[in-house]
């Protein structure tokens, strides 16, 4: 698309209230998965509701895949590998360069989608997760034709070469946080690398999935070299991650789900499995601080956000003790900020969580904490009879680094306060975890950050920001937080396997 057809497409976006509603009234819920290129119904001819917790409604049902199903996928996945994995990296960039522009031309309704299914307030649905979707997809399009295998150099009478082939069928398992953004980090990739993929969303945000994938044919894509399957994780996850035929799983979500698919395939073919995991970071702000309210903003922002659904949530604030009191009363009174709304309504910044079973579970992690020793400085629950699953944010200080509110993932908007001293402090405290994702770091100090950087045991380090990067820059985790990259030119070798090839002349 040109410039001057992307502008034309997103004018004819009316962003206004009465612009989502016209749009949600007009709005096609997808019914059937994507086998094969075809829209289908389960074998069995179960399927589940889909209930948005925006206001319990339902928004439509979804077929539950069998076994059945699976291996049809898998065996139209092999197939579309043949033609797929031929094409040349130039035309498969193409695919996911059309393919860019086609999710442009159809941002509105692909962020309703998601702002129904899962609750995201659909101005960041609209403004952030579907910019970021289409620039991954142009990123990995344009990179088509700029990767180079190796051959190395000096031997006289011999060629060696080292090349990079697609792997064959690639299971993509994804959360409902960034049902786009999440999925599509797989995805382009893995087809630009040239292999067959199919991709089950999770429950709770299957319908964004399913309009991605349609857009992929339309630009081009074979039938099946990307598939959509729907169904719980128990038995539509589990028969993909068993499958022998399956090459590769690659896989965001939580750390539990995470081990257990590793079980899945020492049971099965041994596949690689590579996990982008959970997370409790820490947000260490120092009294040096630059700019201490740009500091205080982000704590607040890095726990609201998204509800707090956010595997690089800023869950563990840390806060040296000279400013504790300071960082604290910001934090809170800029929370107040964080209102929780109508995703529906453009100005809304904090939806629902994203389903009531999780919204009482994090209440009951709240309640836990409330008897920890840690002090709830915050009213957990002011609106309890509201229709839909919101909850605004929580603040706990004085927490117990060991206690569980400074150590179990609660993936909504509950933050842990912690005091500490001295820099040793705040390492000893910020790497007591189980978890290895991200931290932030506040300071003004450069020998201070870059020896906090260093000592953190963690993928992702931000200095003075939070959640920053782009498209260049790998994105992965240590300990029970995975291991594996996404983003970047790293975030393909997963979806490829290299091959020596030893030549005497
Ligand atoms: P989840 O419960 O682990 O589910 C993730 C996906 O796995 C869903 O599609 C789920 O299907 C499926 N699944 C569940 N059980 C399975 C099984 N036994 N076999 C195969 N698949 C199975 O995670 P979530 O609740 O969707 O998302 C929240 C978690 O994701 C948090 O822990 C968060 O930190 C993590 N996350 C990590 C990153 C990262 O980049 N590190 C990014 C975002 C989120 P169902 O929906 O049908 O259960
Ligand atoms: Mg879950």
């Given at each position: 698309m040109t410039p001057a057809a992307t502008a034309t497409a997103t004018t004819t976006d009316d962003l206004s209230y009465e612009g989502w509603a016209n749009k949600t009234s007009a709005l096609e819920i997808p019914t059937g998965m994507l086998i094969g290129g075809e829209s289908t119904a389960a074998s069995s001819g179960d399927e589940a509701p889909l209930i948005s917790p925006r206001d319990g409604a339902e928004l439509g049902r979804l077929p539950l895949a069998t076994e059945a199903d699976i291996n049809r996928a898998v065996i139209a996945a092999k197939l579309s590998f043949k033609t797929w994995s031929r094409y040349s990296p130039r035309e498969r960039g193409l695919v996911l360069l059309r393919w860019a522009d086609l999710i442009e031309a159809n941002r509105q309704e692909l962020a309703l989608l998601v702002a129904l299914e899962m609750g995201k307030p659909v101005s960041t649905a609209y403004e952030i997760e579907l910019r970021t979707t289409i620039a991954l997809f142009r990123w990995y399009g344009e990179a088509s034709d700029k990767l180079m295998d190796e051959s190395p150099r000096g031997h006289h009478n011999s060629v060696a070469l080292i090349t990079r082939e697609p792997v064959g069928v690639v299971v993509a398992i994804a959360p409902w946080n960034f049902p786009l953004t999440m999925a599509a980090l797989k995805v382009a990739p893995a087809l630009l690398a040239g292999n067959a993929v199919i991709l089950k969303p999770a429950s709770q945000s299957p319908l964004s999935a399913l309009r991605l994938a349609e857009l992929g044919l339309q630009a081009g894509l074979p039938p099946a070299a990307l598939q959509v399957v729907t169904g719980s994780g128990a038995t539509t996850g589990a028969a993909l991650a068993m499958h022998h035929d399956v090459a590769t799983l690659a896989f965001t979500g939580s750390t539990e789900v995470g081990l257990q698919l590793l079980r899945y395939s020492s049971e099965s073919n041994g596949k690689p499995v590579y996990l982008e995991l959970g997370g409790k970071s820490p947000h260490i702000i120092f009294d040096d601080a630059q700019d201490l309210d740009k500091a205080i903003d982000m704590a607040a922002w890095a726990i609201a956000f998204n509800s707090g659904q956010m595997c690089t949530a800023g869950s563990r604030l840390l806060v040296q003790k000279s400013i504790l009191n300071e960082v604290v009363a910001g934090v809170v009174e800029k929370l107040k900020a964080w209102v929780p709304g109508d995703p529906l309504d453009p100005a809304t910044k904090l939806g629902p969580l994203s389903s009531e079973r999780h919204r009482r579970e994090v209440l009951k992690e709240i309640a836990a904490g409330a008897t920890s020793g840690a002090t709830l400085i915050?009213?957990?629950?002011?609106?309890?009879?509201?229709?839909?699953s919101y909850l605004q944010p929580s603040v706990f200080v004085d927490v117990d680094p060991d206690s569980r509110l400074a150590q179990h993932e609660i993936f909504g908007p509950v933050l842990a306060v912690t005091a500490f001293t001295d820099d040793e402090e705040a390492i000893a405290i910020a790497n007591n975890s189980s978890f290895g994702l991200a931290a932030g770091v506040w300071t003004s100090n450069l020998n201070r950050a870059h020896r906090m950087s260093r000592q953190l045991a963690v993928g992702n380090v931000w200095i003075n920001c939070y959640e920053e990067g782009d498209l260049t820059t790998p994105f992965g985790g240590r300990k029970l937080s995975g291991y594996g990259s996404d983003k970047g030119l790293h975030g393909l070798e997963k979806f490829t396997t290299l091959k020596t090839t030893w030549i005497e002349l």
């Open positions: 915050t009213d957990p629950d002011p609106v309890p009879d509201r229709i839909g």
